[in-house]
């Protein structure tokens, strides 16, 4: 498995993480964050609604599949809480079947993972096991 790790950039809302090399077949995942709203609840404490993908993409940059968290957050500054998780996933290449979609969220955490299968003439060829995290800190910065 060949990885390849690229600088943190931010770039007009979004923030791309890793970036990775999977397998002999030259597939690559991708992680980006967009901002959905920001509201200011009280003077002390304000609340953060995000989004994480993961973008499952071939060798030519073309979407296979992607997994998607969206969390909402409430920060004050000296701490930060996930309220709540969903998860949504997407199938571009229809030789790809997504099983089990989930979401959890834990203190400032919103977790999304999906598995996701390839299928070539009825039998699966391929299983990948997607997580992505998005991150809250004390004073809304996201990750």
């Known amino acids: ?24 077949n030259e597939y690559y995942y991708e992680e980006t964050i967009e901002i959905i709203e920001e509201d200011l609840v009280t003077r002390a404490t304000q609340t953060k609604t995000a989004k994480k ?10 979407t296979l599949w992607s997994v998607t968290v969206t969390g909402t957050f409430t ?16 199938i571009i290449d229809t030789k790809w079947k997504i099983a089990s979609p989930s979401s959890s969220k834990s203190r400032n955490k919103a977790s999304a993972t999906a ?27 996201l990750s």
């Open 1 to 24: 498995m060949k990885k390849l790790i690229l600088s943190l950039f931010v770039c007009s809302g979004f923030i791309f993480a890793s970036l990775q090399s999977v397998s002999s």
């Open 53 to 62: 993908t993961g973008t499952y993409k071939n060798a030519s940059g073309q």
């Open 75 to 90: 920060y004050n500054g000296s701490t930060s809480t996930c309220t709540k998780s969903n998860v949504s996933t997407s």
């Open 115 to 141: 598995i996701a299968k390839c299928y070539s003439n009825g039998a699966v060829i391929s299983t990948q096991t997607k997580t992505v995290t998005l991150t809250c800190s004390p004073t809304g910065v």
